[in-house]
């Protein structure tokens, strides 16, 4: 049978954060820090929503594009929090989550041979997406002590005359890095100088929780909003994982390539999630703001914890995740993953599911309950003494 599957396909991994949690779901007590998926329900009015939909038989097609009323929510919702103004008409499509929006914008821009400028550790999907799309990955590997920040020396080290494409990812999966608005002028200027387009994964916006200054996007930058692809969701911000609802936003021509993308692959996201998708806009906000403050007590609480039991880790401003570093015990990080669960039956995430500059760390997802995370912290503890015992021996 081997001979019928495309050979590009063959060469690409399973997820290594899919492992992990599988293992985990075959252990008795065991405590998963690995899955990136809120621990909230679904806000109930944002569920009465499409409730109700299902109720009024709105159980058909909608445009392939998405629900205008939805459309024209998300352009109210960017232009009022990140200063973004696109047309609902020409420059929105609504997606089944931002996974499907990374594909459609990689297939609809590359040609070939095209370089994409990635970062690394990243989300699990790029590369990937980049080789399926017969783009060639280019991955920067982002340091510890520049705080997993992308600066503007890497960048220009990294381009070639083949580059075409730059992703950000920020807040970042899985380092919980983010980017300033001083940060990104440094990397627009790049940019705009070697006539790149710019993949902007922002699904953690709403989820920082830096005081000095809120999240910006880099379309917000002179020049930048023409040659950006605008990628947010519903998934993180809203606890809205099992409804698949995600958008993109950009250049109109860019825009129609992706819309036909999806439409014959897809058709449309589904109906009822896109009339609950409407209420999480337009009345979701203080159900946003009430998660985030519990993921920040839940950030400070593991950076309290790491620096009690001695694991280095740069503070995190973005998503829900901390990336301890490990190295110290000489183990690589999936031998220390493996270990840990089998154990003291704590799953973690190998730094290495994200990029091979992952390698020495570890992600821990905080979307977890406080009383989760004191007593998988209990056993992190056991373990690490134990390693440090054998150190020693």
């Known amino acids: 049978m081997r001979s019928f599957i495309n050979k590009k396909v063959q060469t690409i991994k399973p997820s290594g954060i899919r492992k992990f949690f599988d293992i985990a779901s075959e252990m008795e007590d065991v405590i998963s820090l690995g899955v990136g998926e809120p621990d909230f329900d679904t806000p109930w009015h944002i569920r009465d929503e499409g409730i109700y939909a299902l109720q009024k038989g709105q159980t058909f097609y909608t445009s392939n594009a998405g629900l205008m009323e939805l459309r024209k929510a998300i352009t109210e919702t960017l232009s009022a929090k990140y200063d973004l103004n696109y047309s609902p008409e020409k420059e929105v499509l609504v997606t089944v989550g931002g996974s499907e929006a990374i594909d459609l914008a990689l297939r609809a821009t ?9 970062t690394e550790p990243s989300y699990v999907s790029y ?13 920067i590997p982002l340091k510890e002590e520049n705080e997993f920040r992308l600066t503007a020396e890497e960048l220009r080290a990294a381009i070639t005359p083949k580059s075409k494409v730059l992703i950000l990812s920020f807040p970042n999966n899985p380092t919980g890095a983010i980017m300033l608005k001083e940060d990104l002028e440094a990397i627009a200027e790049i940019v705009l100088e070697h006539d790149l387009m710019v993949i902007t994964d922002e699904i953690y916006a709403e989820l920082t ?31 809205m994982t099992g409804w698949r609802l995600g958008y993109c936003c950009g250049p109109e021509e860019i825009m129609r390539e992706m819309i036909k993308i999806h439409q014959f ?3 449309a996201a589904p109906t009822t999630s896109q009339y609950a998708g409407i209420t999480a806009l337009r009345n979701g906000d203080a159900d946003v703001e009430a998660m985030r403050e519990s993921y920040n007590q839940r950030r400070r609480f593991l950076m309290h914890e790491l620096e009690r039991i001695g694991l280095p880790c740069f503070e ?3 998503a829900f995740y901390v990336f301890p570093n490990i190295s110290e015990f000489g183990l690589s990080s999936e031998e220390f993953a493996m270990q840990l669960i089998q154990s003291q039956k704590v799953a973690v995430v190998p ?22 995370l004191k007593v998988a912290f209990q056993r992190l503890e056991l373990f690490v003494e134990e390693l440090r015992a054998r150190k020693q021996v």
């Open 110 to 118: 590359l040609d070939p041979g095209d370089e994409v400028i990635f």
């Open 127 to 139: 590369l990937p997406c980049i080789q399926l799309a017969d783009g060639v990955p280019v991955a």
């Open 209 to 239: 929780y830096y005081d000095e200054a809120k999240h910006f996007s880099i379309a917000a930058l002179p020049g930048m909003l023409e040659r950006t692809v605008y990628i947010n969701g519903f998934s993180k911000a809203y606890a």
């Open 265 to 267: 692959a897809i058709m």
């Open 316 to 318: 995190p401003f973005g």
């Open 351 to 372: 730094g290495t599911a994200f990029g091979e500059s992952g390698e020495g760390f570890i992600r821990i997802s905080y979307a977890y309950s406080i009383q989760e």
